[in-house]
């Protein structure tokens, strides 16, 4: 019903419990997605959650759901999702302000 509407979630073996949501996102391309630049930001994710910034650990750890729109674990929706690992992804690279607070993720 929304293709391009996804989500950013942390995968459930990484809390040892269910998939947790961090941000939406929007599919801009076959590959590409846009989203909120904090929801990637390695200092943000050292004090949330004592990440690295090594890129290749972020595809253990997310989960990309596109055309979610009911992000309960239960829903129909959910299930019907396709889901993807973060290949790369980059910061704007005047990211500091909300001017700049976006970030595009190849899955």
């Known amino acids: 019903q929304f293709p391009w509407i996804a989500a ?19 599919l801009v391309s076959s590959c590409n997605i846009i989203t909120a630049a904090h929801c990637l930001d390695e200092q943000h994710f050292r004090k949330q959650w004592e990440l690295t910034s090594e890129p290749s650990l972020f595809k253990d750890i997310f989960d990309i759901r596109i055309g979610v729109h009911n992000l309960s674990l239960n829903s129909t929706d959910f299930h019907q999702s396709q889901s993807y690992s973060i290949a790369n992804f980059t910061l704007h690279s005047d990211y500091q302000t909300l001017d700049t607070e976006h970030a595009t993720v190849k899955k």
């Open 8 to 26: 950013l979630l942390i995968k459930s073996d990484y809390y040892n419990s269910e998939p947790r949501y961090v941000c939406s996102a929007s």
